[in-house]
């Protein structure tokens, strides 16, 4: 089975400074890993997703995240945050073998202005 | 351009009373999950199923019910409402290689 850890449950940041929401994840295979957007009162959309290939993903608005196997992380990061940025952001993972996909506690990102 | 359609949108249950939470998706998508969602405890996972007539148990099924008859219908079935059910519930469905999960909008529940 997988497990994803998501390392901050609150991460405040001031607007335009920039911003990394952690998370890592354990499995004994082969892993696709995601990161979700959910804004208050509306269903989880997808920021980004990494299947294979180039380690750095670039998703939508501005973010991206590093898949980094020998640490087995996969961090999120955005160079300069806006308000429209605040929400909660979950990472998930799921194997190329298995049935599900697992998600982490989330991390509620604000943003101050 | 549907996606993955949930109703109700928000439902208050009394205590005891039963109800079906009802999911669809239009992408012909054999993979299809039920979630619920409290605060800060992320997405657990109730039920799933990785095809019509096939479903299977997540973390927490207990009081809860599912079947998958059509490939485009995964109804949850909650039998007598207890207040530890109230939570917000989210419909998901992947492509075969489950390489993207598509949310419904969730439904909000309140067990009083």
């Known amino acids: 089975a997988q497990s994803v850890t998501q390392l901050d449950s609150q991460v405040p940041v001031f607007e335009e400074a920039p911003v990394e929401l952690r998370c890592n994840y354990s499995s004994s295979v082969s892993v696709y890993l995601f990161w979700y957007v959910q804004y208050p009162n509306q269903g989880l959309q997808l920021l980004l997703k990494?299947?294979?290939?180039?380690?750095l993903v670039k998703g939508i608005n501005g973010f991206e995240a590093e898949f980094n196997k020998s640490q087995t992380s996969f961090h999120l990061r955005k160079p300069s945050v806006h308000i429209s940025d605040t929400a909660e952001y979950f990472c998930a993972v799921s194997s190329t073998t298995g049935n599900q996909f697992y998600f982490g506690t989330g991390t509620s990102l604000t943003v101050i202005p | 351009n549907a996606g993955v359609t949930q109703t109700p949108k928000f439902r208050i249950l009394k205590i005891g009373q039963s109800m079906t939470l009802q999911c669809t998706q239009d992408?012909?998508?054999?993979?299809m999950y039920w979630y619920r969602q409290d605060p800060g405890m992320g997405l657990k996972l109730i039920y799933y199923?990785?095809?019509?007539?096939?479903?299977d148990k997540g973390e927490v099924p207990n009081g809860y019910n599912v079947s998958r008859s059509t490939t485009e219908d995964f109804p949850l079935r909650l039998e007598l409402a207890a207040p530890s059910q109230t939570s917000v519930y989210f419909c998901?469905?992947?492509?075969?290689?489950?390489?993207?999960?598509?949310f419904g909008q969730g439904t909000r529940l309140t067990v009083v």
């Open positions: 998901a469905s992947t492509p075969q290689g489950r390489t993207e999960a598509f």
């Open positions: 199923s990785v095809g019509a007539g096939i479903t």
């Open positions: 990494y299947l294979s290939g180039s380690t």
């Open positions: 992408m012909n998508h054999n993979y």
